[in-house]
């Protein structure tokens, strides 16, 4: 049974997701001022700092506490379908999976798609990438993404596999966003049932994410590379939302093409759950902290 906070929840996201069901409405929702910096809570209760890769800023977020740091390093590509900044919400996401896991968090705020296609933010959050070999060992990288952070978090192990470097000891994904052109035909059904995601909307950002590449490229569309050659993945997934069909299909594909991969499937439960301030939140963040810690021995 949901917890009262994700029936809450649940509730709210009807209201926004009328801007999804519409071209003029997606548009719209372009419009809204918004800002990539941390919010006060997370600059209170962590250490922060901001740098460039690439022209572009980056941040780092850490426990206040020097017993809790690690030399573990989370690599977080936050969700917001390609045209929207880091909300609060990730940003509690990220402090979060800090306290869990330990270690640094590097969160890139890459460019969004309304100025900036794929090619140009899989070349940024690849630098990024880059710069943490320089110093971590890449068994001690986890890969972080949730919705099209999780998209684009499948497409750099992909990218960097056919680059020749080291894959990170473990990938996260959350209610990852899969394929742009949302082609699976079971898409339809489960739209239904998401409070949140229309597909009208996401194929718009989509669109404007792809740019001039196909859109089933897999820098775009990762669904539609080959999984060969990755790391360990783990897949946490509702239910209750649109790309559930996608997910299902990456868990069959990774197994199929020999990858260690876990998959949770919440019952009844929405688009990117894990980021908000919710019981079934708290519990994927417990999972996570049990299996990280356990791959690694620690």
């Known amino acids: ?46 250490r922060v700092h901001q740098f460039e ?12 506490s020097m017993a809790h740091i690690n030399n573990r390093r989370l690599l977080y590509l936050h969700g917001g379908a390609y045209v929207h ?4 919400f990730h940003w509690r996401f990220a402090g979060k999976l800090t306290e869990a896991l330990g270690g640094t968090t590097v969160i890139p705020m890459y460019p969004l798609a309304t100025a900036t296609p ?57 209610s ?29 950002a989509g669109k404007l994410y792809a740019g001039e590449l196909d859109p089933r490229q897999p820098w775009v569309s990762p ?24 997910a299902r299909q990456l868990v069959q594909q990774a197994r199929a093409d020999g990858v260690s991969i876990q998959a949770f499937e919440y019952p009844g439960m929405f688009h990117a759950w894990p980021i908000f301030p919710i019981p079934e939140a708290s519990k994927v963040i417990r999972q996570v902290e049990f299996y990280i810690k356990e791959a690694r021995g620690d």
């Open 1 to 46: 049974m949901s917890s009262i906070q994700s029936t809450l929840f649940r509730q709210i996201f009807h209201l926004f997701r009328k801007d999804w069901t519409t071209v003029e409405g997606f548009r719209r929702s372009l419009n809204r001022r918004e800002t990539y910096h941390p919010p006060k809570q997370t600059k209170s209760r962590y």
């Open 53 to 64: 890769v690439s022209e572009y800023p980056v941040f780092t977020i850490k426990p206040k």
């Open 85 to 88: 900044e880091m909300s609060p």
């Open 118 to 174: 794929a090619s140009v933010t899989l070349s940024f959050v690849t630098d990024v990438y880059q710069n943490l070999l320089r110093d971590a060992d890449s068994n001690d990288i986890v890969l972080i993404g949730d919705s099209a952070g999780g998209g684009m978090a499948l497409a750099l192990t992909q990218h960097i596999r056919n680059l020749g470097l080291p894959q990170p000891g473990h990938t996260l994904l959350f």
């Open 176 to 204: 990852p966003w899969l394929d742009v052109t949302l082609s699976h035909p079971e898409i339809q059904a489960s739209e239904a049932r998401d409070p949140l995601l229309a597909r009208t909307g996401l194929l718009e």
């Open 223 to 246: 669904i539609y590379g080959s999984l060969t050659g990755l790391g360990p993945i783990t897949i946490f997934y509702g239910t209750d939302e649109l790309i559930l069909p996608d």
